[in-house]
Each structure stands twice: as structure tokens, then as C-alpha cells.
């Protein structure tokens, strides 16, 4: 099945309902985001993201989300994952992404990381 990328709105209201169903009940998901980086090869960030996109979409399960947040960044929101199964799942993507250049990658796990989901800066931007 694939995923459609997502814009950052429906990626907002996601997260905000993870977080409460994940507080309410006791769940765990977490936040994966990759900011492509400016490389010396000439590619544009914009056709690195589509590449990745491309490569990241078919991979994952029909409950996660795949979202691209800005223009040089994409999120993951994997449901009922917690640290672990994060940390698993980041080290096939980065073998993914391996020869798309250089990638700013930030792992958030609930409950471990509850304050900083929380308070990220791509829940108030617009």
C-alpha cells in the first residue's frame, strides 16, 4: 500500500491526536524527522525530498504517517512505536537514504520525549 505524503496541517492534527489517545490510554508512537541538508553534488534539496519520499513510502505500515513538513523536511509519526522499535526502524531508513546526501535526522519517542513533542515548533507554525 502506499502513503501519500501529507501536508504539515494533517500532520499537526495527527500528532496532537497521538498524543492525547497515547496519554489517555498508555500508548507510544514517535516522531522521526529528516532535514535534508545543502550538498556539493548539485541535486536539489527539493528532488532529494521527492527521492526520499519515494523510497520511505512503500516501507511503511498503513498507520504511520508520512508528512512533508517543510520544504527540506520530512516527518514520520509511527504509531504504537515506542524508543526501541524507533531506533530499529530509523537504522533501515538511514540504509534508504544512504547516497541522497546529507540528512539532519532527530529521533522522539513518547512517553520518553512527551515535554519536547510537546512544545516542537511544528505544532504552532502555520
Do not use: N
Request: no cysteine.
Amino acid at each position: 500500500m502506499r502513503h501519500e505524503a501529507h501536508d504539515r496541517a494533517y500532520l499537526q492534527s495527527r500528532i496532537r491526536e497521538e498524543l492525547a489517545r497515547a496519554t489517555r490510554h498508555g500508548r507510544e508512537f514517535a516522531l522521526i524527522t529528516l532535514e535534508a541538508k545543502p550538498a556539493s553534488d548539485g541535486v536539489p534539496v527539493r528532488q532529494r525530498i521527492e527521492h526520499a519520499l519515494a523510497l520511505l513510502e512503500p516501507r511503511l505500515r498503513p498507520s504511520d504517517v508520512v508528512s512533508r513538513a517543510y520544504e527540506d523536511t520530512i516527518v514520520l509519526l509511527l504509531v504504537e512505536t515506542g524508543a526501541s522499535g524507533a531506533r530499529d526502524a530509523l537504522v533501515r531508513i538511514r540504509a534508504k537514504l544512504q547516497g541522497l546526501g546529507m540528512w539532519a535526522i532527530t529521533l522522539l519517542a513518547f512517553p520518553d520525549d512527551a515535554s519536547r513533542i510537546a512544545e516542537l515548533q511544528l505544532l504552532s507554525a502555520a
